[in-house]
């Protein structure tokens, strides 16, 4: 195939663009317009052309698009344009801005300007910032060729990133991911309805008002951090905290840029969310918020799912466009309400296949603990089990409530989680026990599950291997490798999980080791290393099932460990059998993992 490289230039001012909208407003607003394109094929001269609508799309469609690979650097913004205003789909989408993010990180800059500077490709125009708020028609003929010349550069950089990268060895399976992930976006089918959304947006702004009346914090009581953490302890959660730069001390982490508060404004409990909405000084819930963007999509045509590849630190997919369809509330009094206003197109139905448990499942995998990928493999309660084991009576007489303890057990504490934590989660579930149950039953987990816990003394090891740039093991053989010079874990995908500046000092409780993020140092151990890599080897496996599904049916959506796709109505029965026998598959390396899951369809995607 061809390999077409693009890149649009379009009209942005005070009023549109970036700094004001999503890439799905900005694109469908009635201002904008397109003011040139720049076109690479293969390794031709690249071509620049400016024009009106018509002319550009008698352009644009001399190229063989359909048989083609197209390549930009943020694909999402072009291949939208491409589909939304130009009607083109080409046969594949590649994009630079994804691969950047798979190779060096989540924690570095991936924009083109960036990324062309690491590897000496050159440098990118600043060119476009003079051009704010110009209309085609604005332009002097001097000024245009200028603005093509900027363009024309980008398409060039991009081009060779791109070749870099590829010769570098970037995996051709994370290349067909990055495609399906860019084309949920810039080729939609999903519907929203109307009515539904109009009538879920009164009801949650009615909600919120009698939330932040129940609060009943005063003003003082919220902008006083002491006060504040007090508030969100009596609702169960504990106030995060951070390392001041200024002090070198630890001191709670609520200002307004604070990551682990802003994470509170999409905590699963209202009442949080009603509370950090007022410290924050904003009068919207996450869930108004996002009601109201809904209905704005709607208005302007299908819903284009915006799904970040490579957005976490694990290469775990992320929201992206300002609409998280990653966290939609499934419990509370919102449960389901937005998932229920997205509808499958006419004469489709929506398929959701969530895989069950696959955090446990790689977890025991990969430590060797027999007996529970054993369990799994059997198709057992293994919640049961482990309530068995901390309340000492079979599992024939396991309450529905010590049930609950034991999945909260099985799949909070393989992790290293201790006992403070452990009691501070099981509260937030509506069940209190004592710190000395607490730690009683986490006794018991580790107890059970030996083999776990001797995985997180290796990864402990592995973390001091690597900070002496040494390399070792981690886990079942043959899965993972670490590169004690990269600082990183190559996963099976062939990328690798990096531990940027990782670095160790002595301190009260030991040695403790931290690594550089956008966002200060952040502590590391053994059991968040492990848990990072569960994670990281479960975003594997989804991404290759998510690849099988879509040989037969359009992906549009990927929710944690879930995949939900359309089929056409006439085929429901067949077409959910196929997608589980995909969610049950593993990939050879990771032969011996019990992997298992749970399927729904329906109409809306909350139906399933």
């Known amino acids: 195939m061809k390999l077409i490289t693009i890149d649009f230039e379009s009209f942005y001012s005070a009023d549109i663009g970036f700094a004001k909208q999503t890439t799905e407003e900005y694109v469908r607003d009635v201002q904008f317009h397109v003011i040139g394109v720049a076109v690479k094929v293969d390794n031709g001269e690249t071509q620049w052309a400016s024009g009106t609508h018509k002319e550009l799309s008698t352009w644009l469609n001399t190229f063989d698009w359909a048989g083609s690979i197209a390549l930009a650097h943020n694909a999402m913004f072009d291949g939208f344009i491409l589909n939304e205003r130009f009607d083109i789909r080409p046969k594949f989408w590649a994009d630079t801005l994804c691969m950047g993010r798979a190779i060096h ?10 990324l062309t500077e690491r590897y000496g490709l050159g440098a990118k125009g600043t060119e476009v910032q003079n051009f704010k708020g110009y209309r085609r028609t604005d332009f002097q003929d001097w000024e245009l060729s200028k603005y093509g010349d900027y363009c024309i550069n980008d398409v060039n950089l991009t081009y060779a990133l791109f070749n870099k990268m590829m010769a570098d060895g970037f995996p051709k399976k994370e290349m067909h991911i990055i495609n399906q992930t860019v084309r949920m976006f810039t080729e939609p089918v999903l519907e929203l309805d109307a009515t539904l959304l109009t009538e ?11 939330l932040l009346a129940e609060v009943g914090v005063s003003k003082d009581e919220l902008m006083s951090n002491a006060k504040f953490a007090e508030a969100l302890q009596s609702l169960g959660v504990v106030a995060p905290k951070k390392i001041s730069p200024t002090t070198g001390k630890e001191t709670l982490a609520l200002a307004k840029n604070d990551e682990e508060f802003k994470a509170l404004a ?3 409990d209202v009442r949080v969310q009603a509370l950090v909405a007022a410290r924050l000084g904003t009068k ?17 045509g299908k819903l284009p799912v915006p799904i970040k590849y490579y957005a976490a630190h694990t290469g775990r997919f992320g929201g992206d466009d300002k609409i998280n369809l990653q966290n939609l509330p499934s419990r509370g009094a919102n449960a389901g309400k937005l998932k229920k206003a997205i509808l499958a197109p006419e004469g489709y139905e929506i398929i959701d296949a969530d895989s069950a448990q696959i955090e446990a499942r790689v977890l025991a995998w990969l430590s060797g603990q027999a007996d529970l990928v054993q369990a799994f ?13 901390i309340y000492g009576k079979p599992e024939a007489d396991i309450t529905k409530d010590e049930r609950f303890v034991g999945k909260t057990t099985i799949l909070g504490c393989g992790y290293g989680m201790g006992a403070v934590k452990f009691q501070v989660q099981l509260k937030t579930f509506g069940v209190e026990v004592s710190i000395e149950e607490a730690r009683r039953i986490i006794d018991i987990y580790r107890r059970t599950n030996s083999a776990v816990t001797t995985l997180w003394k290796q990864a402990q090891a592995m973390l001091v291997a690597m900070s002496r740039a040494e390399n070792c093991t981690l886990g079942k053989a043959g899965v993972l490798s670490v590169d004690g010079w990269e600082k990183a874990i190559k996963l099976p995908s062939g990328l690798l999980m990096r531990y940027n500046d990782l670095k160790h000092e002595q301190t009260e409780n030991g040695v403790e080791f931290s690594y550089k993020t956008r966002y200060g140092r952040t502590r590391i151990y053994g059991g968040k290393v492990i848990e990072n890599v569960c994670q990281a080897i479960a975003r594997c496996i989804i991404g290759e099932q998510m690849l099988k599904i879509g040989k037969k049916y359009k992906v549009v959506l990927t929710v944690h460990d879930a995949i939900a796709c359309v089929v056409p109505e006439a085929e429901v029965a067949e077409a959910q059998a196929y997608v589980e026998e995909c969610m049950r598959w593993t990939p050879e390396w990771a032969a011996g993992l019990p992997v298992n899951c749970e399927s729904g369809h329906g109409k809306a995607y909350g139906d399933c």
């Open 200 to 210: 879920h947006l009164i009801d949650v702004q009615g909600h919120k008002e009698k």
């Open 105 to 114: 990180g989540v924690e570095v800059s991936g924009s083109l300007a960036a």
């Open 266 to 268: 999409e905590h699963p």
């Open 284 to 300: 919207s819930t996450l869930e108004e918020t996002r009601t109201q963007r809904f209905i704005g999509i709607e208005s302007r």
């Open 377 to 389: 493999a059997n198709k057992e309660d293994v919640y049961k089990k482990m309530a068995s084991a």
